[in-house]
């Protein structure tokens, strides 16, 4: 059995839309490859405004990825509470937070050497 190697790009390009379908907001790129002892390539920043929108924003993440790139997260945390949704699709970490706990772990700035790049979808 051959396991098709899923491209960076393509994964990144499906997530964004699984965000997009939802009504994610405040989508940021982190582009950590410069940087050194990361755990992955990108990490991918989104918010919700309730435990229910960032539930449905996993879903349709892992959804849409699914269907279209025949490829699934590596692990997930977080789904019981729905605060901070984490998405690991090993080189792509996804973090889907509720506004308060996202501007609580402030990730962005502990990222704060990565390239970051704002999405706005649609």
């Known amino acids: ?16 839309k699984g965000i997009d379908e939802v009504k994610g907001e405040n989508i940021q790129l982190l582009d950590l490859r410069e ?6 390539d990108y990490f991918i920043i989104c918010s919700g405004n309730s435990n229910t929108q960032v539930k449905a924003i996993s879903s349709s993440v892992q959804k849409i990825v699914s269907k279209s790139l025949k490829d ?3 692990h997930i945390e977080g789904e019981m509470n729905a605060e901070w949704v984490l998405m ?18 402030d990730i962005e700035s502990l990222w704060g050497d990565a ?5 706005n979808p649609s």
């Not at 059995?1 to 964004?16: A, G, H, S, Y």
């Not at 940087?35 to 992955?40: A, D, G, Q, R, S």
């Not at 390239?115 to 999405?119: G, P, W």
């Open 88 to 105: 690991d699709y090993v080189n792509v970490v996804v973090h889907v937070f509720q506004k308060q706990i996202r501007e609580y772990y």
């Open 35 to 40: 940087l050194e002892n990361t755990v992955c």
């Open 72 to 74: 699934k997260p590596w």
């Open 1 to 16: 059995m051959t396991v098709k190697k899923v491209n960076t790009d393509d994964l990144i390009t499906e997530i964004i």
């Open 115 to 119: 390239k970051v790049t704002s999405i």
